[in-house]
């Protein structure tokens, strides 16, 4: 499976203010996902990049809030924008092999 | 509405005896099941998986039973580890949207 790391692992950030996540794969991969995790929540998919394209949105998340960059087959970055405290959560990139997803390591927010 | 649901939040278990993680599901389109393991400050890893063709699915110590006609699927590890201890993950995929929808986890806690 390929190895996905973030960056930053976390951030403590105020609000209004915007936060980008870095997200490397060590191999190509057409599409990858991003995820969010609420506090006791269930992993929630926010987006799906593939290379070259717009991202693809889930209800109730949109491109202004998080804008999603997908410039090659390896790296992606998520933005959250003008941030409030409920958009602290653990925001988590993965890749797909058939119908099994690998994660990355996370990036905790906090906003205050 | 929650399609795939743990009901157990916790569950507390010695070194050495069975542990058995519960997950129900609604929708009957899902045709693949997944069960993640997740410790703190690092990203889901993929621990085992079922299609809906069959009724159990075994890796090790890890054995996954699926009955559909209950829309129920467990997870059971024996015996049970002190490094096994993690929140748990299951997951469901099928249907239209192809996406993963994972329950909100059970923290499972192997006692030495």
């Known amino acids: 499976s390929a190895v996905i790391s973030q960056k930053p692992s976390r951030d403590i950030c105020q609000r209004g203010t915007s936060l980008t996540i870095q997200c490397q794969v060590d191999s190509q991969v057409t599409m990858m996902f991003w995820y969010r995790q609420q506090p006791g929540q269930s992993l929630t998919l926010i987006a799906t990049?593939?290379?070259?394209?717009?991202?693809?949105?889930e209800s109730g998340f949109v491109i202004d809030k998080f804008p999603i960059s997908r410039p090659n087959l390896t790296f992606s970055t998520l933005t959250v924008s003008n941030m409030s405290p409920e958009d602290s959560s653990i925001y988590l990139c993965?890749?797909?092999?058939?119908?099994?997803?690998?994660f990355g390591p996370g990036t905790r927010l906090t906003v205050t | 509405d929650q399609q795939v649901k743990q009901n157990s939040p916790s569950l507390s278990v010695q070194e050495g005896r069975i542990s058995i993680l519960n997950c129900d599901y609604t929708n009957s389109m899902f045709d693949y099941f997944l069960w993640y393991k997740k410790y703190p400050a690092e990203g889901p890893t993929f621990l085992i998986s079922i299609s809906s063709i069959k009724d159990k699915n075994e890796d090790g110590r890890f054995t996954v039973f699926l009955n559909k006609s209950a829309k129920h699927l467990s997870l059971h590890i024996v015996p049970s580890q002190p490094g096994d201890s993690a929140v748990y993950f299951c997951?469901?995929?099928?249907?239209?949207?192809?996406?993963?929808?994972f329950g909100t986890g059970t923290l499972l806690a192997v006692q030495p």
């Open positions: 990049a593939n290379q070259g394209s717009e991202a693809t949105y």
């Open positions: 997951a469901a995929v099928g249907g239209a949207t192809n996406k993963l929808i």
């Open positions: 993965s890749t797909a092999e058939g119908w099994e997803q690998y």
